[in-house]
């Protein structure tokens, strides 16, 4: 598990640009499906055939990331933000662009910074610095519209793992061992690793309407209440995978919850119940598809969530796959 998080989270894929990440993780799963297509919004869509209901598994393979604005006389990139960046997150941090071009995030009036003058912070006093001398030079690394993401490694901190993108490519983690160990399916499994999810889970609008499924479980991240002075939620790293309640976008199907339970204590896998007062996941796309779908999520406790150095528990994730692969085998 170790090794595919990391080969998962230091694989460049922003929302819309996920060419990379799909690659990988259809090299990851060819050979355990019955069936792989991509969509036309660029979703896997991978079929382990069984003979019940249709049961959609998502997990989202994009990443928050900045795309170019403009380009200045002397070769600064000026940015926006894709997805949920906070620009407190980005000073003296590196960013990378598809193309391998490396850029360090900076701010006008550096002096604020030792001041402790940041509240005034935005994207539009910030810049992207790649080493360039003129507008012409940097136009020849990068364009208007190029996308980057966060330049981080994958590091293991005892049973943690600490990277960018663990939003969501811990699910997509869950989604390939659950595919790779998957022998006799209960439900007909769609196992979907989604596009643009953090832009407004659009990937899953459009797989779920194709697909039309009976059931769905989303699997993403969610926060943590376990660090100093942090938000009280009652989600901790290291005790299980979370089984949804609600989230912003979703109240999860008492059928979805309850099948998650009842398999975690049957099973004796450790789990958590996860009420999030912020955010969603792809099942609150999925959820609202055609006449409805009865939906729900399981959740992999992350602290850190939309910064550079996102961490969770690998324990905590393979125990996720263990619960969903109780679920749907037979």
């Known amino acids: 598990m170790k090794e595919l998080i990391k080969k998962l989270t230091e694989t460049y894929g922003p929302s819309g640009e996920e060419s990379q990440i799909r690659e990988v993780i259809i090299g990851e799963i060819k050979d355990h499906a019955d069936e792989i297509r991509v969509d036309v919004l660029g979703n896997i869509i991978a079929r382990k055939a069984g003979s019940g209901e249709k049961m959609m598994l998502a997990a989202h393979m994009d990443e928050i990331g900045l795309i170019i604005t403009n380009i200045d006389d002397k070769g600064f ?3 926006s933000n894709i997805g949920g960046v906070s620009p407190f997150t980005l000073i003296g941090e590196r960013v990378i662009f598809e193309n391998g ?8 009036k550096p002096a604020n910074l030792f001041k402790n003058e940041m509240k005034d912070l935005k994207f539009n006093n910030m810049f992207i610095d790649i080493g360039a001398r003129s507008k012409e030079e940097a136009l020849k690394k990068v364009r208007l519209g190029d996308k980057a993401v966060y330049y981080r490694n994958c590091d293991i901190l005892g049973d943690c793992a600490t990277a960018k993108a663990l ?68 989600v901790e790293l290291g005790k299980g995978p979370a089984v949804k309640v609600m989230d912003r976008s979703v109240i999860s199907h008492p059928r979805i919850k309850e099948m998650l339970i009842e398999a975690a204590e049957k099973n004796k896998i ?18 609202l598809s055609r006449s409805g779908v009865p939906s ?7 602290r850190y969530v939309h910064t550079p150095s996102e961490m969770a528990s690998i324990d905590d994730i393979e125990k996720a796959a263990n619960l969903l692969l109780c679920v749907l085998e037979k």
């Open 296 to 302: 729900g999520g399981l959740s992999i406790p992350t």
């Open 101 to 108: 071009t490396v850029g360090v995030l900076g701010m006008e």
């Open 167 to 234: 939003d969501d490519r811990a699910g997509c983690a869950v989604l390939i061992r659950v595919l790779q160990n998957l022998k006799s399916p209960r439900f007909d499994t769609y196992f979907v690793f989604t596009v643009q999810e953090e832009v407004g889970v659009r990937g899953a609008k459009t797989s779920a309407f194709g697909i039309d499924p009976d059931l769905a479980i989303a699997v993403d991240v969610t926060m943590t209440g376990d660090t100093p002075e942090s938000e009280k939620m009652a």
């Open 270 to 287: 450790p789990y958590q119940l996860e009420v999030l007062e912020m955010g969603g996941t792809d099942a609150g796309a999925i959820h």
């Open 77 to 79: 990139l000026r940015f």
